[in-house]
Nanobody, 127 residues
Framework: QVQLAESGGGSVQAGGSLRLSCVGS??????????MGWFRQTPGKEREEVATIYSDYTTRYVDSVKGRFTISKDNGANTLYLEMSNLRPEDAAMYYC???????????????????WGQGTQVTVSS
């Protein structure tokens, strides 16, 4: 059974930093052909892709976080990270980690291609 568990959310002031973690169990961080990602969602809005990382460490970011967020993974620790700096009020959301199922050639675009999801961790940014 796959389980993804996020942590690290909290409340910060604008300009501050947070590091989100996602520990996976029953999910391979090592096998080629898998993709993991971070998504965020605010009430009444669709879930937005923030960043993804493929098994070969290729990364992708939404334009609004480029230069401020960094996605990474530690295969040995089965952990996915999202380093967030220079946070803005518009970054406030519930953040979810996700992983794909089955071997694919590249990270899918959007949330529909991800089969496994964590429960989310809340990020609040005050101005």
């Amino acid at each position: 059974q796959v389980q993804l568990a996020e942590s690290g959310g909290g409340s910060v002031q604008a300009g501050g930093s947070l590091r989100l973690s996602c520990v996976g169990s029953g999910y391979s961080f090592v096998i080629s052909g898998y993709c993991m990602g971070w998504f965020r969602q605010t009430p009444g809005k669709e879930r937005e892709e923030v960043a993804t990382i493929y098994s070969d460490y290729t990364t992708r970011y939404v334009d609004s976080v480029k230069g401020r967020f960094t996605i990474s993974k530690d295969n040995g620790a089965n952990t996915l990270y999202l380093e967030m700096s220079n946070l803005r009020p518009e970054d406030a959301a519930m953040y979810y980690c996700a992983g794909t199922s089955g071997v694919i050639g590249h990270c899918p675009v959007g949330s529909g291609g991800f089969a496994f999801w964590g429960q989310g961790t809340q990020v609040t940014v005050s101005s």
